[in-house]
């Protein structure tokens, strides 16, 4: 038997190419047999590690079920979904993951004492797919949301999984749904794969399953008027995150408390908050966006700032994406740093300050025009300038994405199988 | 018109001695109708406000429904369900407050988007019943977890109610499911409210569908050797709650971040965490539970201390009552203070450390045996006396909550009709 085992296991590895660890797991797998666990019998492989592409199966939604796709001027951010959904589950006492499914869109079920409901045990990602100029369908660099996603999964006590497997899976499902893909330049593909605890069981516990699903929408600009700048509600009695929280993961914790303080924000007629931490104020994030600031130094240097990955700050694909960017054009200088309120005031106050604008994948960049704070209103100058940093971002960000030209950030969803 | 709804409201107050601001929003609801708002048409009355147990309907479970009642002895937390649950919608559309409803236990039905599945919006309350020894059923201070939970929906966006309404739904469905109250002392039935966001939008924004609904179990004890006291782990490196957060409401996103600490703790086999706050590492909770020291000062006094509400804190019920407790025996002096691991140290080194225990529904009172911190086990002598107050508390609220005598915390289930 254990001869078999191991022949098993060399045979696999070769045929599939897989990891050593891998065939260590099969080996532990057929132990696992030989001991009688019933329900470790009808896989051939050890489902721990992850999810299959090559075990996706498809139903296709019917006729009657497929739904009139908008008009693309109406459209608005997470109102509509496609006609198809992926899913996949994982039951710890069934091995691991199941096999990954397309489905049509349809709701979920889920016992009433679901970890998710009671304890936040759910993490997310945002991403998009782009119709580029070519007719190309591509998503924005899926491999750094794969990456954000497991370490999210790894901060609520849930299956992590290879990120190229759910990249092919959700690669597939686009292409059922291509024809959602909006066929503008304003327009794109938002998805938003889910990660979510279901053991139905009360008590603060890891959930021994997990449901694992992705949803599509075509969306227009997150914000109602997409040419309009934001004006920011700063207020220190709120804070977003802090050390030794997971301020630093997509987790759904972090969304739900600040939903009171962006009302509040609302009530005060600005569009988001600007949220601050410490005692000195510091500005960390804006909305669900990363923040930029891009000023002038006292030796008259310009400088593009935001605020370092301490454990406060959301890992943002699009934040990354524009510190690259920057550092290959070499104009000026990119600094990852704490950023204060004082700081900020001072350098509105003696006209160093040029732009401070918001990043993220729902709203790419998004221009700053004020700051309220302890009762003040603070003018910020972005929309003053001729030609501003953050629309050469923005613009320099669509040509990748629309497929101007081809960069390897912009992975066509047909290139990954 | 006019008159018609003034006439109508008048009546509808003498009828049902409901405050007067319900006749103005009675009348405010006739203006909406004469405008034509459609979606208000089909109510009496404004149930923006709260769900009327008055309107309850009950479907109850057919005989092929009914699930098999497990053996006291064999009870875990959290793991068993009844037979019936209690449902409400809320839909800011529809103007509020839909019909309460009792029916069978069943899945819930999500859109895949739903507001709790991605952002947390989410929150719930626990508290118990108990059969006493006279027979009767009673709830624990159900009128302090109906004030907290509308706390929670305040800081989760989600709309707020009239607790005492949802108190007579909660009394009706035990009422149903009474048979699955444990004929045991060591026993309870665990109610747990729930209240979530259920709009299936993307964005993070208040959800304007909302469902609340009520599971029930049986439960033993929430630890699974109930004789045994805790070994906590103390790592200064995680953070629960924090100012400007939302620490102080039962909201699902205080939860989900400590499952990953919990797990830490339970490798370090320690059974509990022990949250700290700050640089001078302030004990804040233990697990889910409040805490609790015991102490000699250095005159010789003795000392009841706990946290202060002071944002970091859940307003605990037990803890509330353990302080009013104390507060009647007069005995000791009580203080709710910061309390920090230094003076924990300290006391303990200087043998004026008594006791440390843990409070709250699930458990009572738990108590303490030793904290690993810093590297280091520092063990606690709460198990060392022989009338230890951890055990007098205990059994004091067990004496009110099985009906030993008749005290107000103890509401018996068909009084508050």
Known sequence: MAMNAKQCACRWVL???HKLKQAARSCHLKVKEVLGIDEYRNYEYDNEYTFKYSELTTTLAEPKQLRAKPDVSELKFGQIFTDHMFKVFY????????KPEIIPFENISLHPAAKVLHYAVEL?????AYRGVDGKIRMFRPDLNMQRMN???IGSGLPTFDGSELIKCMNRLIQIDQEWVPHSEASSLYIRPTLIGVDGTLGVAQSESALLFTILCPVGAYFDDKNDSVALFADPSYTRAWPGGCGDRKMGSNYGPTIRVQRKALRKGCQQVLWLYGEDHQVTEVGTMNIFIFYVNERGERILATPPLNGLILPGV?????LQM??????FQIQ???ITMN????????????????????????????IEYLGRILPIPTMEHSKPLYNRIREQLYAIQYGHFEHPWAVPIDSVY
Do not use: D, Y
């Open 91 to 98: 039951h710890k006492a069934l091995g691991g993951w199941q």
């Open 326 to 331: 920057a550092h290959e054009w070499g104009e």
């Open 15 to 17: 045929q599939h190419q």
């Open 343 to 370: 700081e900020v005031i001072r350098l509105q106050e003696e006209n160093r300050l040029l732009e401070m604008f918001g990043s993220g994948t729902a709203c790419v960049v998004s221009p700053i025009s004020s």
């Open 124 to 128: 997310f990602e945002g991403l998009k």
């Open 151 to 153: 370490l999210s999964a």
């Open 336 to 338: 990852q740093r704490t």
């Open 318 to 322: 699009v934040r990354q994406s524009i």
